[in-house]
Nanobody
Framework: QVQLVESGGGVVQSGGSLRLSCAAS????????MTWYRQAPGKQRELVAL???????NYADSVKGRFTISRDNSKNTVYLQMNSLKPEDTAAYYC???????????????WGQGTQVTVSS
């Protein structure tokens, strides 16, 4: 079974930094993309950042220039470096992996349990 485990969340002051990690483990043949989402109370889930297997990245406008997504392929781990944090970044952050467990299986989405990020003003 595939498992995604996030870590690195916490409470930080406005302007501070946090680095989130998401490690995928289990039966993994190939990862197409890994993403970070976030959801704040009363708001819809938002796509924060995306990294594809080839290394290309995309960011939400709200975090562009402040957040950096990266990946360690040897560890099947994706990171989200968050700098210049703002109170509006407060949310539960979730990682998602688009992967297949075998070559002859379709792509599937897998989610982590989430990690809370709270930015105080």
């Amino acid at each position: 079974q595939v498992q995604l485990v996030e870590s690195g969340g916490g409470v930080v002051q406005s302007g501070g930094s946090l680095r989130l990690s998401c490690a995928a483990s289990g039966s993994i043949f190939s990862i197409n993309a890994m993403t970070w989402y976030r959801q704040a109370p009363g708001k819809q889930r938002e796509l924060v950042a995306l990294i594809k297997s080839g290394g290309s990245t995309n960011y939400a406008d709200s975090v562009k220039g402040r957040f950096t997504i990266s990946r360690d392929n040897s560890k099947n781990t994706v990171y989200l470096q968050m700098n210049s944090l703002k109170p509006e970044d407060t949310a539960a952050y979730y990682c998602n992996a688009v992967l297949r467990e075998r070559w002859d299986q379709p792509w599937n989405n897998y989610w982590g349990q989430g990690t809370q990020v709270t930015v105080s003003s």
